[in-house]
């Protein structure tokens, strides 16, 4: 699966364009299937880098990349995947699933 198409990078805000924004918006979802691990992108650098949520032993605000999510491997090959049928919501939305 394509983690990150060019519809959705043209979506994702460049990094720190929100920063001063009290509940920014999320744009994408990508998550592991054997593990209640979870990444929400926000912000975006275009290149490599994503600020956003990330649900696994803690939720918190921070950043990873996509090429650290593309290198991520589960059972038996499995790799991360994009929820194809997220739509984007606040940020405060996606806190009270993970409450």
Request: proline share 4%.
């Amino acid at each position: 699966m394509q983690l990150l198409t060019k519809e959705i990078t043209t979506k994702l805000p460049f990094l720190y364009t929100q920063e001063d924004e009290d509940d920014p918006t999320v744009i994408c979802k990508f998550f592991t299937t054997w593990s209640n691990w979870t990444w929400y992108a926000i912000e975006f650098d275009g290149k490599d880098t994503f600020f956003g949520y990330v649900v696994g032993h803690e939720a918190e605000l921070g950043y990873f990349t996509l090429s650290e999510l593309q290198g991520l491997k589960g059972p038996m090959g499995l790799g991360i995947e994009r929820d194809m049928y997220f739509r984007p919501c606040r940020l405060s939305e996606i806190k009270k699933l993970h409450e």
